[in-house]
């Protein structure tokens, strides 16, 4: 087994004389990692996800200096940016009081949500006639481009998590239960976490993904309310909050030392500790006597879901030259890209062409 070349380049000590040659003229020349299964031994000397603060963007810009998928977990990490688009899908909810009413949110936490989804392009407002003129928030093109992943966050939690109950996803084509998987889609073959790799742009790092809203409270174990519609209590626990999300990302990069997590993503031993923690009695990682936290199978499945964050991170949000994770499906040698197959009919699942079953809910619908 191979170990990764030191990662050279530490956050905060970034600055444009070390980037090496090549950076952003091709594929990235160091920094390898495997997908969550034989990248045992990682043991990186630095850190993955963002980038010296200051370089692109600058200061004061939604998570300057990110990678993609940095800037995709800084966002998309977090409860109720989750529910916020959940419902935007679902409900069609486009506007403050709607969010409000659906979620049971603080008019202020629901306020500083959707500025940033307006910030990363998630959301464009829009001004509309109703006896006088409001203001609504559309999904622009880039936001329409995250169902996918929200429908991988539910068809994940329907499997892995044992919830029938949740909302069945109709395929109009063959007029199916979709119970959609992930698949290539250059290939169309299904995809795993095992049947892919990663090699790392010299630039990659994780951290200062959690810091943005590191002061605040973001965990929110217990006190979400009962949601009928669509509630996913696991994928809120995983993808809840940056920290957590970050872990993952870490996990399916091949980190496995608890020495490993804390300098690539710059967390503190605390916070780490309660993460792994959680994610072991979620049984999503397990640990070993020598605090090595693998994968599990729930787990590993899980990459479903982070194929599409790192793939729309890196297509709409994308960081500076060399921060990306180039991820190749190795069966056929295509970088990724993820789509969402049908399993009655194996055809492309398209967004137009889906549509969840509110008929229990006859209210909603
Ligand atoms: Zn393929
Ligand atoms: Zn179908």
Redesign the pocket.
């Known amino acids: 087994m191979a170990h990764r070349s030191p990662v050279v380049f530490k956050v905060d000590a970034v600055n444009e004389k070390e980037i090496p040659a090549g950076v952003g003229t091709g594929r990235p020349a160091a920094g390898r990692a495997t997908n969550g299964v034989d990248a045992i031994d990682a043991s990186p000397g630095g850190a993955l996800l963002g980038v010296a603060p200051g370089q692109p963007g600058g200061p004061g810009e939604p998570a300057a200096g990110l990678s993609g998928i940095g800037r995709a977990l800084a966002i998309l990490g977090d409860r109720w940016v989750l529910l916020i688009l959940q419902r935007a899908f679902l409900l069609h909810v486009r506007t403050f009081a709607g969010w409000r009413d659906q979620l049971g949110i603080s008019e202020s936490v629901l306020a500083s949500r959707l500025k940033e989804l307006v910030r990363y392009g998630i959301f464009e407002q829009k001004a509309y006639r109703d006896g006088r003129t409001r203001l609504e928030y559309r999904l622009t093109e880039a936001g329409l481009k995250l169902w996918s992943f929200l429908v991988a966050v539910h068809s994940w939690e329907r499997d892995w998590a044992d919830r029938p109950d949740l909302l069945t996803l109709m395929?109009d084509?063959?007029?199916?239960d979709?119970r959609p998987y992930l698949a290539c889609g250059a290939c169309r073959k299904p995809m795993t976490a095992r049947d892919t790799h990663t090699v790392r742009g010299p630039l990659a790092t994780f951290s200062r993904v959690g810091l943005p809203r590191q002061h605040r409270r973001t965990t929110a174990r217990g006190d979400v309310r009962t949601d009928y519609v669509g509630y996913c209590p696991l994928s809120m626990e995983i993808l809840g909050d940056r920290w957590s999300t970050s872990v993952l990302a870490g996990a399916f990069l091949g980190v496995r030392r608890f020495v490993d997590f804390q300098s690539e993503l710059g967390i503190a031993p605390s916070v780490l500790t309660d993460r792994l923690k959680r994610f072991v009695e979620l049984g999503v990682l397990q640990a070993d006597a020598g605090r090595h936290y693998r994968l599990t199978d729930r787990g590993l499945a899980y990459f479903e879901v982070f194929a599409f964050l790192v793939h729309w991170g890196q297509r709409e949000l994308p960081g500076p030259p060399g921060s990306d994770l180039d991820i190749t499906h190795k069966p056929c040698g295509s970088p990724l890209s993820p789509v969402l197959l049908?399993?009655?009919?194996?055809?492309v699942?398209e967004r137009r062409e889906v549509r969840f079953d509110l008929s229990a809910y006859p209210h909603l619908a």
Request: aromatic share 0%.
């Open positions: 395929h084509r063959c007029r199916h979709a049908c399993r009655h009919c194996h055809e699942l």
